[in-house]
């Protein structure tokens, strides 16, 4: 693979412009392609198979007049007096004069006010479904209940809860942070924009692409502001690494071209090795087989292999055109002096190896007790009541739950079918007095048939809030209950319900996605390092960084603890598919620092050091890009920890924090401890399998023979 990468990178370099020009041609092509075919992306999240998902599509065929958006309007009394049908009225009004609402239905009608008769609920039904809402329909809901004076007017449901999060300021200062980091990494303004320009080429084509697609392919909300978090995370890290090795041959004196080469067989070898187990572990979400999750991780997968693209290629031909002036000045001019003081990566080497035992034993407690609060985490989907407290939403779920309780926010339907209209409402009867019944409920709607009499449904209120453990007890006593009555099928859906199905399946699969993704880890470490423990004791070391990551996302997210400082407005339950996402990103991007490391340590074994040495090598030559790396990670996923959107935010918090955890504490830390202890029995590795074991070559160990026999031997041109 290094002798392939060689090849390419030397031909990118000499074709520079063509290659830059084919880059910008593709990246022209692909933004009018999202101007003219981008759709919307939804906020839906959807489980074939499960009894929500089937009942949600029988209440769909059943009650097509139900198939549109839903809006709650929720109305309170400014005063201690009780509402009246002439103040609601205008409301109403509003409310069906929105442009596509079929209805708004008056609350005195439909008997939907409180006790006190100070609180009342307008739903409204759109024709359109959510992600069919234009945002004029969506601004003129919001409106509802301007000028009506003596009333707090609060629209809340679907169509104030949908759409994509807003990318802006917070994103814009990770990446400025990433452009300090490379400036003083590099010591040239050149090489950093010149890193941070490629990187953001990468980001936009593999952006473009991907909604270009959304007019085909139905995405979450939240699938293009991970895929734009990963593909400027990974791009910047990769052009990194790539333009750090080429100006270390640079500074050994070699040609230009030749070290464009070079450092694409060699570090750009390593960069395919990590793009892949990142796009492996993506694409590896649909093994868990639920749509939304597998559309996310692939769009995610195909802005990393982008970024791997642009690194490999765009790259080399972006160095052809600024040369040597990615080297600091004083280097460029002949003024280069030797370092008077011992690069701190030694230094470092040298006293986690005199202290290993210690700090080994510090590491590992210390990781393991940020993960006890691992073992309280709960999963689901996110709901109104931890979005931002100034948000459309929020302000009416709060509203709500002040009215009416916390219950209505998260209501259930049970969809009740059968043969003819006798039997569907002797069922429906039967399941509303055990419903009735059901700890956890607080009230049963009469049931609702439709106009052939085959269907019903049944809106049921839990006493408790969407995500409360209690409504999840009340969902599976419903079913348990209701799964008595004979003649009818009977399902319990709803947003509730269908937030509860997805969580307990995504729990369900974390294990075997976790066991997949470590065994993977061992497979492909063993290919790179030729070697047993190596592979066993970066698991080892990827379980030590998730179980610490969960914990302190837990402990943050759902118990509150310093929440503040992250924004968070009302801790609660993780969401659901966040355990799952987060060990796919992390498992990469740990096997990334994991290769710049290790590598290191076995080249200079395999040429004669002791594994002490060796070690302290691997650090000294590789920790400040790793570093730089690492920063560069924190401060693009730590941006999107400063927006509003929950779900956005807890996935940038945790993704800051596994990486800040695996880089500085596992590879820098604790791997040098465990590979000096280990010594020589690291690299042992049985012959019958070093036989079997492809040669991949990670760290081009036969481009320098080959390259000095006959540079010109590799090159394409």
Do not use: C
């Amino acid at each position: 693979m290094a002798t392939l990468l060689y090849r390419l990178g030397r031909f990118s370099f000499h074709r520079r412009g063509r290659v830059v020009a084919v880059w910008l041609l593709l990246l022209a092509l692909l933004g009018g392609a999202a101007a003219a075919f981008s759709g919307s992306t939804s906020s839906e999240f959807t489980m074939p198979g499960t009894e929500s998902q089937r009942a949600m599509n029988v209440l769909r065929q059943q009650f097509p007049q139900a198939g549109g958006a839903t809006g709650t309007v929720v109305i309170a009394s400014a005063t201690a007096e009780k509402l009246t049908p002439d103040q609601v009225k205008p409301v109403v009004a509003q409310a069906a004069a929105v442009p596509g609402v079929l209805a708004a239905v008056d609350p005195f009608t439909a008997r939907s006010l409180s006790p006190d008769g100070r609180y009342a609920l307008v739903q409204v039904q759109f024709s359109a479904k959510v992600t069919d809402l234009t945002d004029a329909q969506r601004e003129a809901y919001e409106n509802v209940g301007e000028g009506v004076t003596g009333l707090r007017v609060e629209p809340g449901g679907e169509p104030v809860s949908g759409g994509a999060p807003e990318v802006g300021s917070s994103e814009a200062l990770g990446v400025l942070v990433a452009a300090v980091v490379l400036v003083v990494t590099f010591g040239s303004l050149v090489a950093a924009g010149m890193t941070m320009v490629n990187a953001l080429v990468g980001v936009g084509a593999g952006m473009a692409g991907l909604f270009a697609l959304t007019g085909v392919v139905e995405l979450n909300s939240a699938a293009p502001t991970l895929a734009l978090m990963l593909g400027l995370a990974v791009g910047i890290d990769y052009s990194l690494f790539i333009t750090s090795r080429y100006r270390q041959f640079l500074a050994e004196g070699m040609e230009a071209r030749e070290a464009a080469g070079r450092a694409t067989g060699t570090a750009g070898s390593a960069v395919v090795f990590a793009g892949v187990t990142v796009i492996i572990a993506l694409a590896g979400l649909s093994v868990v087989g639920i749509p939304f999750l597998t559309a996310m991780g692939l769009a995610a997968a195909a802005t990393v292999a982008v970024a791997v693209a642009v690194a490999l290629t765009l790259l080399p031909a972006v160095l052809g055109f600024v040369g040597e002036r990615v080297l600091p000045r004083r280097h460029r001019t002949g003024q280069a002096r030797q370092a008077t003081r011992e690069a701190f990566g030694f230094r470092w080497g040298r006293l986690v190896i005199r202290l290993r035992v210690p700090i080994l034993l510090a590491g590992v407690v210390a990781l393991g007790a940020l993960a006890l609060p691992m073992q309280d985490m709960r999963l689901a989907l996110p709901d109104a009541g931890t979005a931002a407290e100034d948000s459309p939403a929020r302000r009416a779920y709060d509203l709500t739950s002040e009215g009416f309780g916390p219950g209505f926010n998260g209501r259930l339907i049970a969809v009740v079918t059968a043969a003819d209209k006798e039997a569907t409402t002797a069922a429906a009867t039967r399941a509303a007095k055990l419903i009735t019944g059901t700890e956890g409920v607080l009230a049963v709607a009469p049931p609702q048939l439709n106009a052939a009499g085959t269907a019903a449904l049944l809106p049921v209120i839990p006493t408790a809030g969407p995500t409360d453990a209690a409504t999840e007890e009340a969902v599976h006593a419903i079913r348990d209950k209701v799964a008595t009555v004979t003649g009818a099928d009977i399902a319990l859906t709803g947003v509730t319900a269908i937030g509860i199905d997805i969580s307990e399946k995504l729990a369900d699969a974390l294990p075997v996605y976790l066991l997949l993704v470590v065994g993977l880890s061992v497979l492909l470490l063993m290919l790179v390092f030729r070697s047993i423990l190596v592979p066993v004791k970066a698991a080892a070391g990827f379980l030590l960084t998730v179980g610490a990551t969960f914990g302190i996302t837990v402990a943050v997210f759902q118990q509150g603890h310093l929440a503040d400082l992250v924004g968070v407005d009302t801790p609660g339950p993780l969401v659901s598919f966040l355990p799952i996402l987060l060990i796919g990103i992390l498992f990469g991007l740990a096997m990334d620092y994991q290769v710049f490391l290790v590598s290191r340590m076995r080249e200079d074994y395999v040429h004669g050091d002791t594994p002490q040495q060796a070690t302290v090598n691997g650090l000294g030559h590789n920790a400040r890009v790793v570093t730089a790396a690492a920063l560069i990670m924190i401060a693009v996923f730590g941006g999107f920890v400063l927006m509003p959107d929950p779900i956005i935010k807890s996935i940038g918090f945790a993704l800051a924090v596994g990486v800040f955890i695996d880089a500085f504490v596992v590879r820098m830390t604790l791997v040098p401890a465990v590979m000096s202890l280990l010594g020589r029995s690291a690299w042992w590795l049985p012959r019958r399998l070093d036989r079997a074991l492809p040669n991949l070559d990670i760290e081009g160990e036969s481009l320098a023979a080959a390259s000095a026999a006959s540079p010109r031997e590799h090159s394409l041109v």
